[in-house]
């Protein structure tokens, strides 16, 4: 089995598209970027809240780059200390050339880097789709339709650009715009014909 690198637009399906992998095939272990992201906040709030209560001294500042260092550190760890096992790694927002580079340091080259974005829809309709399938701790249900109009937007281009940038380096591109499921079912097809 190779492993799976995860990329793309954000609430394009990645984590989704992770755990229909992981129920399909339970030998793979999962990095989430957006675990890691989430324990880094989480610590960084601590530590400020510390600091305030004892000097008054009010610091937050989030380096950002922080989680995508720890899930190339974390991948490397596994597939160079533990060569047999599978990875998954959703990767959350770093970028196709950051993702092609922690594949090359696989020196089996056993990566798949699959993107995943919504290049073929509005802002609009975007929304919507996130509005039906918000579950309860998505981020975007505490953000109104305006706020998440401008982010999707933004979301949006992304896509476009990243699908463009998939084809140029013939890496897997799934535009998840609209029917998702079926994307994500015939992937799982794919990988049991292709994945060894």
């Known amino acids: 089995m190779k492993n799976i690198i995860l990329i793309g637009a954000c609430r394009s399906g990645k984590t989704t598209l992770s755990q229909i992998i992981l129920r399909e095939f339970p030998m793979y272990q999962y990095i989430s970027r957006d675990i890691i992201f989430d324990s880094y906040c989480n610590a960084k709030r601590?530590?400020?809240?510390?600091?305030?209560?004892?000097?008054?001294?009010?610091?937050?500042?989030?380096?950002?780059?922080?989680?995508?260092?720890?899930?190339?550190f974390l991948y490397d760890y596994m597939v160079s200390d533990y060569p047999n096992i599978n990875v998954i790694v959703d990767a959350g927002d770093i970028t196709l050339t950051e993702a092609r580079d922690i594949a090359k340091r696989n020196k089996k080259q056993r990566d798949i880097i699959i993107a995943l974005g919504y290049p073929n829809i509005n802002e609009v309709e975007k929304i919507e789709q996130?509005?039906?399938n918000d579950g309860v701790n998505d981020w975007t249900r505490a953000y109104s339709s305006t706020k998440l109009r401008k982010f999707f937007e933004y979301q949006i281009e992304y896509s476009k650009e990243l699908e463009k940038e998939c084809s140029k380096y013939n890496v897997i591109f799934i535009?998840?715009?609209?029917?998702?499921?079926?994307?994500?079912?015939?992937?799982?097809?794919?990988?049991?014909?292709?994945?060894?």
């Not at 530590?47 to 950002?64: H, P, Q, R």
Request: aromatic share 14%; charged share 30%.
């Open 46 to 72: 601590k530590y400020a809240s510390e600091l305030s209560k004892n000097t008054g001294v009010v610091n937050f500042d989030i380096n950002v780059n922080i989680p995508k260092y720890m899930v190339g």
């Open 130 to 132: 996130v509005r039906r």
């Open 175 to 196: 535009d998840t715009s609209y029917d998702r499921e079926e994307k994500f079912r015939n992937f799982i097809k794919f990988i049991k014909a292709n994945n060894s």
